[in-house]
């Protein structure tokens, strides 16, 4: 029998999804999305919902390693395989989410043992771990903590503060709302009413999560797209847009160049993969907005031709995004740094030539790491004689004055805005050419 023929018939499908990713993070070493990828292309296929409660649990289990693991390794007597364990923690997450009766549980966990070679000779432990976690619930032994991974939690601790720190852990596995821009910001009351939205101070509209957004009013009518309100913060840093010419180097999917549309910039968008091309394309045809789209690296991108503005919303570590992506934390992102610290350092030097002399370049990326952030502003104003980087402080349009640090960049963290549900975090700096005083 195949896979999806063996799962589908145990009802195991979203569980086994779950196995899968947690798997890819912990022996595979890739991310959700990239796990995601790899089936689709086995030709495994789930159903939207099953995604969705799979992406859920994994999640929680990403974001509650350190209790889970700390009753499971008491539970077990010894070491056992990752696969194994990987199957432990969906089980014990399961019985404390009450996702369903207890001996549901137990059964599909041995069902899910038997579908990998792996683990098919561990099922006789998993049957008898997993009731003897069922125990313990009984006896409310089972209190599961949010947490954040230590090495990530220490550099939080050392560059921001343990305050911090223990904020971000606290309230980052809370989130559980998505958030929208407006294409006309006049009409910010008819969709909150709409939509049963809350209005953020920005003017993004916050909605539950548990709703299907192709099927929300408004979406394909192009009335609204989905983006994280501090991603769509540093394009409100900047001043009026009409009839301003932007050369867009990281464009996909399309969030930051929707802004700048809406808002009357001609935007010419690059970016050079084809999927996140083909997600821009049916992004700007559902707002019905008309863009030059180029596909291509953009070290290989060549013109004469000189732009009012440069975005450089580089590829990042996302470290600010572990509210949604929590298994982040656990692909070593120090250590992937070295390569997109590259790209961003390039791209900003690349960005130099596509500047007008009165233009300016919005550098920004979702990225809590300061390497990717402050230190590139840093070093790019001490190389590049006449470049200076303003100094933001405008709290207009709803932004708080903590959301910008001690040099004016814009530096948001997860734990902003935490009444509300939290944001991700976000780092946006703007560089100028020749400051009247010529300081920088
Ligand atoms: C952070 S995302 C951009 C998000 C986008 N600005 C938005 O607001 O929706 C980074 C993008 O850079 C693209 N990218 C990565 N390396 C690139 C390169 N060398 N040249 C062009 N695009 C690249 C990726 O495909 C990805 O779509």
Redo the contacts with the bound molecule.
């Keep these: 029998m195949n896979v999806n023929k063996f799962i589908n018939s145990k009802k195991i499908t979203s569980r086994y999804l779950i196995l899968k990713f947690l798997d890819g993070v912990f022996i595979d070493k890739k991310t959700v999305p990239q796990t995601l990828e790899v089936l689709l292309k086995k030709k495994i296929v789930f159903e939207d919902k099953d995604i969705a409660k799979a992406e859920r649990i994994s999640n929680f289990i990403f974001g509650h390693l350190k209790s889970i693991d700390s009753i499971l390794f008491s539970t077990l007597k010894k070491k056992t395989r990752i696969s194994v364990l990987n199957i432990l923690r969906i089980v014990l997450s399961e019985i404390v989410l009450k996702e369903a009766p207890n001996y549901a549980l137990v059964n599909s966990a041995v069902e899910l043992g038997k579908v990998n070679k792996k683990t098919k000779y561990f099922v006789g432990l998993i049957n008898a771990v997993s009731k003897k976690l069922i125990q313990k619930n009984k006896n409310n032994e089972l209190f599961l903590k949010s947490n954040l991974e230590i090495g990530f939690k220490t550099y939080l601790q050392r560059n921001y503060s343990s305050k911090i720190a223990e904020k971000i852990e606290k309230i980052y596995t809370s989130s559980n709302t998505f958030d929208l821009s407006l294409r006309n910001s006049n009409e910010i009351e008819f969709w909150k009413k709409k939509l049963n939205a809350t209005v953020l101070p920005t003017g993004t509209l916050r909605i539950k999560k548990n709703v299907k957004i192709s099927e929300l009013d408004g979406f394909k009518d192009g009335k609204w797209w989905v983006q994280d309100i501090s ?1 769509s913060i540093p394009v409100k840093l900047l001043g009026n847009l009409k009839g301003m010419e932007v050369l ?10 929707m802004q700048l549309i809406s808002l009357g910039a001609k935007v010419t968008c ?4 084809l999927v ?1 091309i083909k997600k821009l394309e049916e992004n700007l045809a559902r707002m019905k907005m008309k863009t030059d789209i180029i596909k291509t ?3 290989n991108y060549n013109s004469k031709k000189k732009f009012d503005l440069v975005l450089i ?4 570590s996302a470290t600010g995004t572990i509210r949604k992506n929590k298994e982040l934390q656990y692909l070593f992102p120090q250590k992937r740094l070295e390569n997109l610290i590259k ?1 961003q350092r390039d791209s900003l030097k690349f960005a130099k030539k596509f500047v007008r002399d009165d233009g300016l370049i919005l550098y920004c ?1 979702c990225s809590l790491f300061l390497s990717e952030g402050e230190d590139h502003i840093l070093d790019f104003v001490n190389k590049n004689k006449g470049w200076y980087y303003e100094k933001l402080t405008n709290t207009n349009k709803g932004i708080d004055k903590d959301w910008f640090n001690e040099f004016g960049f814009l530096r948001i963290r997860p734990d902003h805005l935490h009444d509300q549900g939290g944001m991700d975090g976000f780092f946006a700096a703007i560089l100028k050419k020749n400051h009247p005083d010529k300081i920088s």
Excluded at 248 to 257: I, V
Excluded at 313 to 316: G, H, K, T, V, Y
Aim: charged share 20%.
């Design positions: 991603s867009d180097l990281f464009s996909a999917p399309g969030g930051k160049a690059i970016d050079n993969s996140r690296n953009f070290y919303d580089a590829p990042c790209i990326n």
